[in-house]
């Protein structure tokens, strides 16, 4: 299961508290005001911290590298993570002694909050770039194993709304194979939640060689899915690795490849929907006239 635990950037307040005894007397004084205000500090500028702990922004800044953050801007994001998965860990955990009604609306939050975080965070230029290879693609393949698997399945069943032929092979071999017949004006899509898995970074690399266009989606921006393909979704989600806890990123994949889907769908224009429109009839008329 593409399942991985949080990364530093969901637990930035506690790496603050182990490095707190190796900061230097300034920098402690940083600590202890994003420490004791981290929702507000969330929304200070630099000077504003600054200030409030009584140092300079220079200070600021050297404290926000000794903890491991790239510039107070990424400071903010990390802490902004932090007390996120913090929130939705602490209410949604499902214990042993958990009712019914306890784990529906545990699990029921638990997916909203991730979801909510998946779309606040989704790169909108990047998914436009996604949808204009799909929407000129001759043929897509999706590649993805196990939870990625179900999701590359999904997409594949969308094919009359992206409108061209659709393959999401299962099997390492299969997968290989497609992606070695791929060639210019084709697309593959590689799906993995950890970004990791050798046989879908593989089948984006062979198919890129072989001229298709590729998109990756994936929870991780330095993963080597991400670095192999041309546009890299990047699907961020507080996942928790709690023993419970169903998988929310093969959700909030499903989520976007329903937004790829209709959005190359409402680019191919009324003709198109006409098309869509026929086959539903037939297929509404096959199963005698019955709804789905």
């Not at 600590?31 to 009584?54: I, S």
């Not at 062979?206 to 001229?211: F, I, N, S, Y």
Request: charged share 20%; proline share 3%.
């Amino acid at each position: 299961m593409d399942q991985v635990a949080p990364n530093a950037g969901d637990n930035l307040l506690e790496e603050i508290v182990r490095l707190k005894p190796d900061l230097r007397k300034s920098d402690l004084r940083v600590a202890e005001v994003v420490l004791d205000r981290p929702g507000e500090v969330v929304d200070m500028t630099l000077a504003v911290l600054a200030r409030a702990a009584g140092v300079s922004e220079p200070t600021v800044i050297r404290f926000c590298t000794a903890i491991g953050c790239d510039g107070y801007r990424d400071l903010r994001v990390k802490l902004a993570r932090s007390l996120a998965f913090a929130r939705t860990t602490s209410h949604t955990a499902i214990s042993d002694a958990d009712d019914l009604h306890s784990i529906i609306t545990k699990i029921f939050d638990y997916n909203l909050s991730n979801l909510n975080w998946a779309q606040s965070h989704l790169d909108q230029e990047r998914v436009a770039a996604a949808v204009d290879m799909l929407a000129g693609a001759k043929r897509i393949e999706f590649f993805g194993f196990v939870a990625s698997g179900i999701v590359a399945s999904d997409a594949q069943q969308k094919f009359p709304l992206f409108g061209v032929p659709c393959g999401a092979a299962a099997d390492a071999h299969l997968i290989f194979m497609s992606a070695e017949m791929l060639g210019h004006g084709d697309v593959a899509v590689g799906i993995s939640n950890t970004g990791q898995t050798p046989e879908i970074v593989r089948a984006i690399e062979t198919a890129r060689k072989r001229g298709a266009r590729t998109i990756g989606i994936t929870g991780h921006a330095g993963s080597p899915l991400a670095q192999a393909c041309d546009v890299a979704l990047i699907v961020e989600t507080l996942e928790n690795t709690d023993l419970f806890t169903p998988t929310v990123s093969r959700l909030s994949h499903l989520v976007v490849i329903d937004i790829l889907s209709t959005a190359v769908s409402l680019r191919r224009g009324d003709r198109h929907h006409s098309r869509i429109a026929t086959m539903k009839a037939g297929l509404a008329a096959l199963r005698g006239g019955e709804g789905e």
